[in-house]
């Protein structure tokens, strides 16, 4: 029976592990064999591994490839087998995945959870949305990496409607949020002189649909009149006279009326002469145009050449306004005529349908102000006569307020309307003012759109709605005791300047406006009229109107620009 012989195990007094030596201990044992220490708690690795690729991590070229099979140096099996072990282990799951079940119960069970997803005009304009943000997320990225050196291009909303001179002097700083607290209750106006005339309504137009729309015509022969407040003769005439203390026009004092609802950039020039006060507007103002989607929180292109820039859609809609408002008229020749003609007009000449009522409010015991205020139209019923406002709104590109006229006036007129008052707050909130400063019984609202979003020359009647001044004033949460606080604020300001010009800016970035004392030359030299290029005109060309003085604005205000030169 063969036996079993035990080898010689030398004793290691100083610890684990054979006891270092130069030489064998054992028969047949190599020499030179590495030993890594380990404690007791540790796993023991392999021996010897023949199936690793000793290459890998072969860091001298000089080492034996035959002793690398013992060489543990640089592995970490001692330690980390277990826990890559431990690391790698997953959990399978040996279940077969759930049949798929057909037919129309499993259809409808899929999705019973799910609440059913619209896919009509809403959806696609929340994409529109979505879009729209995205790609103004990126301008405004573009636009903060250009450099300081670069010249960065301002926007129409981000331009002073008047280019502030090192010269002026600023006196004072009145944000909105001071406008909102006053209050101030006036009693009902007087007439002092009523000029001009007016044309009857043409009541068929309250029918007009989307389905039966008729298109905007051009009235290229009359005259419409823009004049500021000191040009006009019979302001002149009334303040010679010492019929009041503060003068200006319903446009301006509108702006004022407004000034919170606006973030466009204006200006109104004041001049205190004496004990009056007279608020003008500089020649080529923006206070003549209209702005467009200036509330809304889409901007638009900044290229002023581009047909729906805020320059190019302010002049479109001016001269939406004036067509708009002789088309609906009844051109019989039968006119209402008041005291006197048109104080603006040359003999013989063509003039649009408008009547000029002079009135005068009472601010306080020694102050009175009287305004210019315009009505366009007049209707008889019972008898009785009263003054309508003509304007209109202009639809230019559904894509940028989402909602398409020709789809929803009909149906959902409301929805329409509240878009407007969301993109356009603050040129429905001037008319309305204008309306109450004119006393008009009614306020006609004309929606008029283009014939095809890319063509700005041609145009439609959608649909003409009329409301009350004051119900709609209501309705728009414009609160007259507010509208003529923020008037009597500012007069009592101006009244304690001392005699000279000062201009009345609002900030084109901030919500707050600055008075700025002026030389007394200012702004009469400094803009001039002068004709666009034909290429940069925004309307048809119109026929050329012999003998227009600089003071009136004809129907083609869209062909001529005011420039300012440095």
Same mark, same amino acid.
């Given at each position: 029976?063969?036996?079993?012989?035990?080898?010689?195990?030398?004793?290691?007094?100083?610890?684990?592990?054979?006891?270092?030596?130069?030489?064998?201990?054992?028969?047949?044992?190599?020499?030179?064999?590495?030993?890594?220490?380990?404690?007791?708690?540790?796993?023991?690795?392999?021996?010897?591994?023949?199936?690793?690729?000793?290459?890998?991590?072969?860091?001298?070229?000089?080492?034996?490839?035959?002793?690398?099979?013992?060489?543990?140096?640089?592995?970490?099996?001692?330690?980390?087998?277990?826990?890559?072990?431990?690391?790698?282990?997953?959990?399978?799951?040996?279940?077969?995945?759930?049949?798929?079940?057909?037919?129309?119960?499993?259809?409808?069970?899929?999705?019973?959870?799910?609440?059913?997803?619209?896919?009509?005009?809403?959806?696609?304009?929340?994409?529109?949305?979505?879009?729209?943000?995205?790609?103004?997320?990126?301008?405004?990225?573009?636009?903060?990496?250009?450099?300081?050196?670069?010249?960065?291009?301002?926007?129409?909303?981000?331009?002073?409607?008047?280019?502030?001179?090192?010269?002026?002097?600023?006196?004072?700083?009145?944000?909105?949020?001071?406008?909102?607290?006053?209050?101030?209750?006036?009693?009902?106006?007087?007439?002092?002189?009523?000029?001009?005339?007016?044309?009857?309504?043409?009541?068929?137009?309250?029918?007009?649909?989307?389905?039966?729309?008729?298109?905007?015509?051009?009235?290229?022969?009359?005259?419409?009149?823009?004049?500021?407040?000191?040009?006009?003769?019979?302001?002149?005439?009334?303040?010679?006279?010492?019929?009041?203390?503060?003068?200006?026009?319903?446009?301006?004092?509108?702006?004022?009326?407004? *000034?919170?609802?606006?973030?466009?950039?204006?200006?109104? %020039?004041?001049? $205190?002469? @004496? =004990? /009056?006060?007279? #608020?003008?507007?500089?020649?080529?103002?923006?206070?003549?145009?209209?702005?467009?989607?200036?509330?809304?929180?889409?901007?638009?292109?900044?290229?002023?050449?581009?047909?729906?820039?805020?320059?190019?859609?302010?002049?479109?809609? *001016?001269?939406?306004?004036?067509?708009?408002?002789?088309? %609906?008229?009844? $051109?019989? @020749? =039968? /006119?209402?005529? #008041?005291?006197?003609?048109?104080?603006?007009?040359?003999?013989?000449?063509?003039?649009?349908?408008?009547?000029?009522?002079?009135?005068?409010?009472?601010?306080?015991?020694?102050?009175?102000?009287?305004?210019?205020?315009?009505?366009?139209?007049?209707?008889?019923?019972?008898?009785?006569?009263?003054?309508?406002?003509?304007?209109?709104?202009?639809?230019?590109?559904?894509?940028?307020?989402?909602?398409?006229?020709?789809?929803?006036?009909?149906?959902?007129?409301?929805?329409?309307?509240?878009?407007?008052?969301?993109?356009?707050?603050?040129?429905?909130?001037?008319?309305?003012?204008?309306?109450?400063?004119?006393?008009?019984?009614?306020?006609?609202?004309?929606?008029?759109?283009?014939?095809?979003?890319?063509?700005?020359?041609?145009?439609?009647?959608?649909?003409?709605?009329?409301?009350?001044?004051?119900?709609?004033?209501?309705?728009?949460?414009?609160?007259?005791?507010?509208?003529?606080?923020?008037?009597?604020?500012?007069?009592?300001?101006?009244?304690?300047?001392?005699?000279?010009?000062?201009?009345?800016?609002?900030?084109?970035?901030?919500?707050?406006?600055?008075?700025?004392?002026?030389?007394?030359?200012?702004?009469?030299?400094?803009?001039?009229?002068?004709?666009?290029?034909?290429?940069?005109?925004?309307?048809?060309?119109?026929?050329?109107?012999?003998?227009?003085?600089?003071?009136?604005?004809?129907?083609?205000?869209?062909?001529?620009?005011?420039?300012?030169?440095?």
């Amino acid at each position: 029976m063969p036996g079993f012989e035990i080898g010689y195990v030398p004793f290691n007094p100083d610890g684990w592990g054979p006891p270092e030596s130069s030489t064998p201990v054992l028969p047949n044992h190599p020499v030179n064999v590495p030993f890594a220490p380990f404690s007791r708690s540790d796993k023991l690795g392999r021996i010897a591994d023949w199936t690793r690729n000793f290459n890998q991590n072969r860091s001298n070229n000089s080492r034996n490839p035959a002793d690398s099979v013992f060489d543990f140096t640089g592995d970490d099996s001692f330690g980390g087998i277990a826990a890559d072990e431990d690391a790698s282990f997953r959990l399978v799951d040996g279940k077969p995945p759930p049949r798929p079940k057909f037919g129309p119960k499993w259809r409808f069970q899929q999705h019973r959870n799910q609440l059913p997803q619209r896919r009509d005009e809403e959806v696609e304009a929340r994409k529109r949305e979505a879009e729209r943000e995205r790609a103004r997320r990126d301008r405004l990225y573009h636009m903060n990496r250009s450099g300081g050196n670069a010249p960065r291009r301002e926007s129409a909303a981000a331009k002073s409607s008047v280019d502030i001179q090192p010269e002026w002097n600023m006196l004072d700083q009145i944000p909105f949020s001071t406008f909102t607290k006053l209050s101030f209750s006036v009693q009902e106006p007087e007439d002092l002189l009523v000029c001009g005339a007016l044309e009857f309504y043409d009541r068929s137009y309250d029918r007009i649909t989307p389905k039966n729309e008729r298109r905007l015509e051009r009235f290229k022969n009359r005259n419409f009149f823009k004049v500021t407040t000191t040009d006009d003769p019979v302001i002149r005439r009334l303040a010679n006279e010492d019929k009041a203390t503060v003068f200006a026009t319903d446009s301006i004092l509108s702006t004022l009326m407004c *000034a919170p609802r606006s973030v466009y950039s204006w200006d109104i %020039v004041i001049q $205190r002469v @004496g =004990n /009056k006060l007279f #608020f003008d507007k500089r020649d080529g103002s923006q206070l003549d145009l209209l702005s467009v989607h200036e509330t809304s929180q889409e901007p638009l292109p900044e290229a002023k050449d581009d047909i729906n820039s805020a320059y190019s859609l302010s002049v479109e809609a *001016a001269y939406i306004n004036q067509n708009f408002s002789q088309q %609906v008229l009844v $051109r019989d @020749g =039968n /006119k209402v005529t #008041f005291e006197e003609p048109n104080p603006f007009a040359n003999e013989g000449e063509e003039v649009a349908s408008v009547g000029y009522r002079y009135r005068r409010w009472k601010l306080d015991k020694d102050m009175d102000l009287v305004a210019r205020c315009e009505v366009q139209s007049v209707v008889e019923a019972n008898n009785k006569k009263s003054f309508l406002t003509l304007n209109a709104l202009n639809e230019f590109d559904p894509k940028y307020s989402g909602v398409d006229w020709r789809q929803k006036l009909e149906t959902q007129r409301g929805a329409v309307l509240a878009t407007e008052l969301k993109n356009n707050a603050n040129k429905l909130a001037k008319w309305t003012a204008q309306a109450l400063l004119a006393s008009a019984d009614m306020m006609k609202l004309g929606y008029v759109s283009r014939v095809h979003p890319r063509d700005h020359f041609n145009h439609v009647i959608l649909a003409v709605v009329g409301y009350k001044p004051r119900e709609f004033a209501t309705q728009i949460n414009l609160n007259t005791s507010n509208m003529w606080g923020i008037v009597k604020s500012i007069v009592d300001l101006c009244m304690k300047l001392n005699e000279g010009k000062y201009v009345l800016v609002k900030d084109p970035m901030k919500p707050q406006v600055r008075i700025y004392e002026v030389p007394a030359d200012a702004f009469e030299n400094d803009y001039v009229e002068e004709p666009l290029p034909e290429e940069e005109q925004v309307q048809p060309p119109a026929e050329n109107v012999d003998g227009a003085e600089a003071t009136p604005v004809t129907n083609d205000i869209e062909e001529k620009e005011v420039v300012a030169e440095a």
